[in-house]
């Protein structure tokens, strides 16, 4: 599975981003975003099941990210919006061959390459 992320940029705050990963449409169980900013580990922020049914945001993607995906073209999108200082970080699209929704990212199988997102004050 090849995964190509796309998307990060320069914001101000309030602004919004939509990030975009296309896989190479093998199939998998559980699409996700993750996000490192430097000296940190690496966070989960939302996932979906691969048949939409399920999806899954961390606390501070609630209600500002939604995690979506594209059957036509094998694109998973994240939107976010409300963006904050604090969201900046490298943004990586994964994938899962197993099914469940896991917020660990040792749990997936394939990563992408990183996006950078900065979201001035």
């Known amino acids: 599975v090849q995964l190509q992320a796309s998307g990060g940029g320069l914001v101000q705050a309030g602004g919004s981003l939509r990030l975009s990963c296309l896989d190479s449409?093998?199939?998998?169980?559980?699409v996700a975003w993750f996000r490192q900013a430097p000296g940190k580990e690496r966070e989960f922020v939302a996932a979906?099941?691969?048949?939409?049914?399920?999806?899954s945001y961390s606390d501070s993607a609630k209600g500002r990210f939604t995690i979506s995906r594209d059957n036509r073209d094998n694109t998973v999108y994240l939107q976010m919006n409300s963006l904050k200082p604090e969201d900046t970080a490298t943004y990586y699209c994964?994938?899962?061959?197993?099914?469940?929704?896991?917020?660990?990212?040792?749990?997936?199988?394939?990563w992408g390459q990183g996006t950078q997102v900065t979201v001035s004050s």
């Open positions: 979906m099941t691969w048949r939409g049914d399920k999806k």
């Open positions: 994964t994938a899962r061959r197993f099914s469940g929704i896991t917020t660990t990212s040792g749990n997936y199988d394939y």
């Open positions: 449409g093998r199939i998998v169980s559980v």
